[in-house]
């Protein structure tokens, strides 16, 4: 069965661009998490799908970020617009809601703004 | 709110000894879960272990929510063991842990 797949693995911005990361979860589950990690910070949830609707945008994360899950198999995380302080690397996860949660993580898109 | 703190945060063995790493958490939720990531790879589920002691290989896990705590074991740590392991709380809106970094040295 095929992970989590995300895209692009790097990104490479300049201050006040748009970016869109991709994501496709494992097949068939219905959660679906975005995180950012950063070394200092750690993993901080930024959004949280079940069912493709939104259920946590993130708090601190809403101004300039924006999750969408459009089908089951797919989600996009826009980052709008981009500062330096966005460099991170952004982890989605996937879990099924019967599993009680047990994630299963994609390799990341590591975003470099400048 | 809920809280996760892994100790140690970093920790130096030689190859073939054993390491402790311990998790404590502020709630008494359950779906305790430990990952392993390599540097600059992505997270690796370990464990999903909400109660009780699960092995796998040389790893056993040990979770005790009624103590708030989870423990993970490592049994003759070899160099390829290096990097950080994490602990995380909760179901659907899971928490983190910042983390142990582990270096094995040959």
């Known amino acids: 069965d095929a992970g989590v797949t995300q895209t692009p693995r790097h990104e490479v911005a300049e201050k006040g661009q748009t970016i869109i990361l991709k994501c496709e979860p494992v097949s068939g589950h219905n959660d679906l998490f975005w995180y950012r990690q950063t070394k200092i910070q750690g993993l901080e949830l930024l959004s949280y799908f079940r069912s493709k609707s939104l259920m946590e945008d993130g708090g601190a994360f809403k101004d300039r970020f924006k999750a969408e899950m459009l089908n089951s198999s797919f989600s996009t995380l826009k980052i709008q617009p981009t500062e330096p302080k966005d460099s991170a690397v952004y982890l989605c996860?996937?879990?099924?809601?019967?599993?009680?949660?047990?994630?299963?993580f994609g390799e990341g898109s590591k975003l470099t703004v400048l | 709110g809920q809280q996760v703190q892994q100790s140690p945060a970093s920790l130096v063995l030689q190859e073939g000894e054993n390491a402790e790493l311990q998790c404590n958490f502020s709630t008494s939720l359950n779906s305790m879960q430990w990952f392993y990531q390599r540097p600059g790879g992505s997270l690796v589920s370990l464990f999903y272990?909400?109660?009780g002691t699960k092995h796998s290989g040389r790893l056993t896990s040990t979770t005790v929510i009624k103590e708030r705590r989870s423990s993970l074991h490592i049994s003759s740590s070899q160099t390829t063991d290096s990097g950080t392991y994490l602990c995380a709380l909760g179901a659907y809106k899971v928490i983190f842990g910042k983390g142990t970094h582990l270096h094995v040295l040959p």
């Open positions: 272990n909400p109660s």
């Open positions: 996860a996937s879990s099924w809601t019967g599993n009680t949660g047990q994630l299963y």
